[in-house]
């Protein structure tokens, strides 16, 4: 019964998602809100303009998959979506912007991540401490180091899925292994809502994937990948880190660790060579990996499956139970 109701939700949330994203894309055009080639941009591998409007199919199947799932509407539940429409709203200004060929400043944008991530936090989704593996007491954090770290955990997800979001079909197919891998962790520790969230996760961002695929057809910009990272990272703490021994932490760390290694290094390099955190490069892995010769598809499929090994590694620590 339980995996009926999981699959249920998996195909309602992915049939919202594939239904939408034609009218949307044609809407995209007609609006004008497209994502255009730059002259002489290396970020920018495609040649024609592309509809950017993929987030709001995304989002609608994910919240009305989680309403019609979940159990009851709780505040972590207006957190979660109140959070994620602020997401959205600020990243459909920024995809705004860059459809004029305009950079919008990075200040806005972090506020509203950090104000998503106290949203979350005052709801009572956080990472309160972590089991002793010595003698199994549970040792609590402090509240101001509880929240830092719930902040940072939240901020930093959200940030690297954007950061990723640079070839078709790469942040999608890393949303969507980092997704199964979390509902695997949340099924075995018993977590349903986290579970469900999980689940949820894989069934909008594989419909995504079936139009994002390369050549893509659909963008969803920084608003749907801002909200992806987002939801990732709500899962993971709302999962994964709950009753988390000190070596099973490294458990969503894993499953997300392609995006979160990558763009550590990307941003260590930033501040090395003084440039501004935020601002827009080539030196994310895929790009390093296409000028080594390598085709975008193929860039993708070696990303994603790093990005597998490192999610059964993570799904061997908690089978070891450490």
């Not at 894993?254 to 080539?282: C, E, M, S, T």
């Amino acid at each position: 019964m339980i995996a009926i109701i999981y699959a249920a939700a998996f195909a309602i949330s992915f049939m919202i998602v594939y239904l939408l994203i034609p009218p949307l894309r044609k809407l995209g055009f007609r609006i004008d809100f497209v994502d255009k080639p730059r002259q002489n941009e290396e970020r920018k591998i495609h040649r024609e303009p592309i509809p950017l409007t993929a987030s709001y199919a995304i989002f609608i199947g994910f919240a009305i998959a989680l309403l019609i799932f979940i159990k009851g509407f709780t505040i972590e539940t207006g957190a979660i979506l109140l959070g994620s429409i602020l997401l959205l709203s600020i990243g459909t200004v920024d995809d705004w912007y860059k459809t004029n060929g305009k950079d919008f400043p990075a200040l806005p944008k972090f506020i509203v991540q950090i104000s998503a991530a106290i949203l979350v936090y005052a709801s009572g989704i956080t990472f309160s401490g972590f089991y002793n593996p010595l003698n199994g007491i549970f040792v609590e954090l402090p509240t101001i180091l509880e929240f830092i770290l719930t902040i940072a955990w939240i901020f930093g997800v959200t940030t690297v899925i954007n950061f990723s979001d640079g070839m078709d079909g790469l942040a999608g197919g890393l949303s969507t292994i980092s997704a199964v891998t979390l509902f695997v962790v949340a099924l075995a520790k018993g977590q349903s809502d986290s579970a469900m969230m999980a689940i949820i996760l894989v069934g909008v961002t594989l419909a995504y994937l079936r139009y994002n695929k390369p050549p893509a057809k659909i963008f969803m910009g920084d608003a749907g990948a801002t909200f992806l990272g987002f939801i990732l990272a709500v899962i993971a703490l709302d999962g994964a880190f709950k009753q988390a021994t000190v070596l099973s932490l490294f458990i969503p760390i894993l499953a997300l660790g392609v995006p979160i290694f990558d763009n550590i290094w990307v941003v260590i390099k930033r501040i090395l060579h003084k440039k501004p955190i935020y601002q827009a490069d080539a030196t994310q892995a895929h790009y390093r990996l296409l000028r080594t010769g390598l085709s975008p598809k193929q860039v993708v499929l070696f990303l994603c499956l790093i990005s597998g090994c490192l999610s059964l590694s993570s799904i061997i620590l908690l089978l070891l139970q450490v």
